[in-house]
């Protein structure tokens, strides 16, 4: 598929969305999304219910979050070869049939180890739709100044997500009943999906035509690169993982659970902004130094988090904590799509998303585990050692990050006016 040509200097989110196609692909594919961020509180409220545990409700989630991780660079690398309707509408079905077994069983009184067996298979055929989306930008617009553009207002989209979903299914489950954000969950599965799906001119090239002789087919965990942004990305899960307890152990800790809302409102609202400013902003400096520079400051905010023993300040750290993430997650993003070929773009955003939510899980294990022996505190340790020791690796292998020739070639093309810095 052709590169859309770009020349202005500053290009924003309104050229953005006047892309020919775009909005054929963003409108269902937000609708496809939005379930992502409901799975997993739907499962808590739903269980948790069914069996009057927390321990069983979060034990049944986090096996829905581990094996979403596991399976979606699968499911990426098949989008990449066999093209994304061709995954999405199988995967859409099982992830329907497999919400409402676990509905089902949970409402009928099952024992545990069957809401594991459904809870496996709701995680595994989650549709990776934000990847999807982010695979058709660059096909639209690769080696073009709105790479960075559209990633920044994937990350935005991807946060108002994960601020609307759990809101969402939180209050069909307490108002309507335990059931109905699982329900909701699986019906805009179905519906936006098979929507996104019928978006067959703005899918991008998969198979023989993705590959070239000069970019042959490969996997994207074989580039070095990738596997470095992967460990950045962990880090960026246990921030998320290790915030979200942390913060609901410390409301409760100090006798105001009610605040936990909007602390973690106040963190979000952070990452958007940022990621608002992101796209906003023409860059002078190469992505791979925004985005060590970027790390290093996330990597500072997060280490002072345990040191809050008030709401006001730990606001103020939380809010300072989300400015960081948007600039590392949407610099990843950027860097990803110059390291890879065409014929494994989905595969290598999957691996992302995927790490993010693997992070995630193992943040919110460890947190917990850690804040019910030695207080609240101590849970927010996990963001602090997650996000050194990624700081770490990307410093020791920044040299990997190097794009591939072909893409300085391709963004340095004729009508692009903006010049790509490595460094």
């Known amino acids: 598929m052709a590169s859309t040509v770009i020349s202005d200097k500053r290009p924003g989110y309104g050229q953005l969305l006047r892309t020919p196609g775009a909005l054929s692909f963003l409108l269902p594919g937000f609708a496809a999304r939005q379930p992502f961020a409901m799975l997993t509180i739907g499962i808590v409220l739903l269980v948790q219910h069914t069996t009057g545990s927390f321990g069983s409700a979060g034990a049944v989630a986090a096996a829905t979050g581990v094996s979403m991780a596991l399976f979606a660079p699968q499911s990426g690398k098949l989008a990449d070869r066999y093209g994304q309707r061709a995954v999405l509408i199988p995967g859409v079905l099982v992830h329907t049939a497999s919400v409402s077994l676990l509905v089902a069983l949970a409402l009928g009184g099952a024992p545990l180890w069957a809401l594991f067996l459904a809870a496996v298979p709701a995680g595994a055929s989650v549709p990776q739709v934000g990847p999807m989306v982010r695979a058709r930008w660059a096909a639209k617009l ?46 805009l599965t179905l ?28 996997s994207a965990l074989s580039i070095p690169g990738v596997r470095v942004l992967i460990v950045a990305f962990l880090g960026i899960g246990a921030v998320f993982g290790g915030m979200q307890v942390s913060l609901t152990a410390f409301t409760e800790e100090i006798g105001n659970p009610g605040a936990n809302g909007l602390l973690y409102g106040v963190f979000a609202a952070g990452n958007m902004l940022a990621g608002i400013a ?32 008030s709401v006001l300040l730990l606001g103020a750290l939380g809010l300072v904590v989300g400015l960081c993430i948007a600039p590392a997650l949407i610099t990843g993003y950027t860097i990803v799509e110059t390291l890879i070929p065409a014929s494994s773009r989905t595969e290598a955003f999957t691996w992302l998303t995927g790490a993010v939510a693997l992070g995630q899980a193992a943040a919110v294990t460890v947190a917990g585990r850690l804040a019910d022996a030695h207080g609240a505190s101590s849970g927010f340790l996990v963001p602090m050692v997650g996000t050194a020791l990624a700081l770490a690796t990307l410093l020791a292998l920044r040299s990997r990050l190097q794009p591939r020739e072909t893409s300085r070639v391709a963004a340095r093309g004729i009508g692009h006016r903006v010049p790509v810095a490595v460094d």
């Open 191 to 218: 519906v936006g999906g098979l929507f996104f799906a019928a978006q067959r001119a703005t899918q991008p090239a998969h198979g023989v035509a993705a590959a070239t002789s000069a970019e042959p087919r490969r």
């Open 278 to 309: 992101m796209g906003a902003v023409a860059w002078k400096t190469g992505p791979r130094r925004r985005l060590i520079l970027g790390y290093a400051g996330l990597t500072v905010a997060a280490s002072l988090l345990w040191t809050a023993h």
């Open 142 to 187: 690769d080696g073009t100044p709105l790479m960075p553009t559209a990633a920044a207002f994937e990350s935005v989209t991807d946060e108002f997500t994960f601020v609307v979903g759990p809101v969402l299914a939180t209050a069909l489950c307490t108002g309507i009943h335990p059931a109905a954000g699982l329900i909701a969950e699986a019906a």
